[in-house]
């Protein structure tokens, strides 16, 4: 089954392209099955390549998957048209009636700034909090899962001496786990931050299972079963060359950066980057939604009960 997706919006044509099944509404509503609801709050400031990213994972199973995007209600966003947000996002105040299976928090770029310090903060802990009644399961990726576990365990995230940027390869730390199911013993990671999550504070929290961690930039994914979370640290949904861009922004800049780890060829930013995630990314994101599916009431109304 196909990820139904408006026809108009940008991960349409790029998912066909790449032969990932997507559906249009009027087609979706000729098929008589209950589709996953899946909702994506998009917090990154390149919302269509964001999306993209997602719909592109989550399109990959067997499942109609029904995607609906979401934004803060007050932030506005300067690096995506606004008839882009306004055609296709809604904001969470109008959402909040409804009942979903799954809910994608993204990243952002203010890992500096205190979590307080966030315009939306007040919003996004509504959010978390909703999530709890309204939401089956929730996937925190990135600051968004530094956000979650914060809020709901007090767990700080600390600043890095320098940035955490490159490929690096992670442990399967619990194989019998489902969100594993068919993962290899270690696997490489693209990872892209100024902050960490300490192992240790994770581990004095009953109930939070490590799932994955490297030996260089510490814990990754993190499960929460009290919350009905997933919580991952790195960007198992990166394409081929977001690091690459990355490095090219900063390095046009004229900023103090380093070439990323373990990604180019010989460590040369001349040559193409090698993909070698893509794999794991599709496993992990196609193991959460079959969790979802395995594990959801039929009934939306039951959702959160």
Known sequence: MPIKIPEALPAYEVLTREGVMVVSEDEAARQDIRPLRIALLNLMPKKIQTENQFARLIGATPLQIELSLVRMSEHQTRNTAAAHMESFYRPFQEVKAEKFDGLIITGAPIEHM???????????????????????????????????????????????????????????????????????????????????????EIDAVPGLVTLLGSDEVGPCLVEDPAHRALYIFNHFEYDS?????????????????????????????????????????????????????????????????
């Open 114 to 200: 205190p979590f307080t310090d966030v315009t939306y903060w007040d919003e996004l802990c509504e959010v978390m909090n909703w999530s709890q009644s309204n939401v089956h399961s929730t996937f925190g990726v990135c600051w968004g899962g530094m956000a979650m576990i914060n809020h709901f365990h007090g767990v700080r995230k600390h600043l890095l001496p320098a940035k955490a940027f490159g490929c690096f390869r992670h442990r399967n730390l619990s194989p019998a786990s489902p969100y594993l199911r068919g993962f290899s013993d270690d696997c490489v990671i693209p990872v892209s931050r100024w902050t960490e999550m300490r192992q240790s």
């Open 241 to 305: 060359d977001t690091l690459k861009q990355e490095y090219d922004r900063d390095a046009a800049a004229g900023g103090d950066i380093t070439v990323p780890v373990n990604y180019y060829p010989d460590n040369d930013p001349t040559r193409a980057p090698q993909n070698r995630w893509r794999s794991h990314a599709h496993l992990l994101y196609g193991n959460w939604i079959n969790q979802i599916y395995q594990t959801t009431p039929f009934e939306m109304d039951k959702i959160g009960l």
